[in-house]
């Protein structure tokens, strides 16, 4: 470009400077929890068209103001536990899921006395069918006085699942306490 | 009208309306969860054609946008090797041609006033194959010729002045 049109060029050029640069600078800066935060707007999207909700409507449930769930849906805001539930309540719908941790190797229910005025393979049986009969588990223990109880999930049985920690605390709660308290190690 | 840099010196936009430039506006509107929700529920076409669901092609098109400008700054200086000549049957470069860089469905329209030198138009989700078949790429067509003929009424003329660019 000749300098005569090159001076011509720049004297168009405004000396604003566009908000590109910092709105993408943000959201580098904080791109792993914005992914999670526009899927989050995608799905209160989608929900809120499915059930022929206004946004109004969700503020409401919400007990939030309108504002709120525009910024929640234009998914560039940094949610609260608090609002992601308010929104999975409003909406009726599980938003994030938090994945339970499951035991496939066998654990080991301990006491802090040992087993020995009551039979504890047989409360454990029982705890068992009572709180899921389709599980199969196979238990062993020394028929001696012991204070650990290996449990462990039987592989061979096509009914197999992993053990859950929301199964392994059912059981705990299920067991005879007194004095005796007991933990469980993976 | 104003003319913003981008990346100076091989990068601006025009701003039409005095209020924000056409990309920002642009990569704001792509960024848009609401925005893009309802461009795809009003243009279904795209998801036809993708064969995709809606909150597919918006989540989508939030990781173009973010991929669109990371590309344009790391080319920033080289500009000529990711726009195209807006009419792909063309390999002869025109001056003061119009251009367009892809990202995936995202369409950049722009104007090359040198080598390297480009200044950003519009933009569009790319629909059809022909610009002057669809509303809204019709409108960037507009737009484009509207910026040139500004360009030309401030004295920046092609001839003379600027490179053909084949890409």
Known sequence: MNNEKLNKFQTLISKDVSPLHQKMAWRRANATWLAKSAAIAIKVLSTIKAKKMSQLQLAELMNVTPQQVNKIIKGEENLSLETIVKLELALGTQLIAIPEYQFTNPFV????????????????????????????????????????????????????????????????????????????CA | MKIVP????????????????EFYKLINNWLDPEWLENFFYNNKSVLVFENIKLEVAIAKTIKLADKLYDKIEFYQKSLDTQFRNLDNKSLSMKPLEKQK??????????????????????????????????????????????????LNCQGIHDIDSFFELNF
């Not at chain 1, 238990?139 to 049985?157: D, E, F, G, H, R």
């Not at chain 2, 100076?8 to 430039?21: K, Q």
Request: charged share 20%.
């Open chain 1, 109 to 184: 229910l301990q006491s802090d006395t040992p087993f020995q005025t009551w039979n504890p393979i047989q409360h454990v049986i029982s705890v068992r069918n009572q709180l899921i009969h389709e599980r199969n588990l196979s238990l062993q223990a020394s028929k001696t006085l012991t204070s650990q109880i290996s449990i462990m999930p039987n592989v061979n049985n096509e009914l197999f699942y992993p053990l859950g920690s929301e199964f392994i605390q059912s059981l705990i709660n299920q067991l005879p306490k007194g004095n005796t308290q007991y933990s469980m």
């Open chain 2, 6 to 21: 981008i990346f100076e010196p091989h990068l601006y936009a025009f701003c039409h309306d005095s209020v924000n430039d």
């Open chain 2, 101 to 150: 860089i892809k990202s995936g469905w995202l369409r950049l329209y722009a104007l090359r006033i040198e080598a390297n030198v480009y200044i950003i138009t519009g933009g569009a989700i790319k629909q059809s194959l022909e610009m002057k078949d669809h509303p809204h790429t019709k409108e960037e067509l507009i737009k484009l010729e509207k910026c040139k003929n500004y």
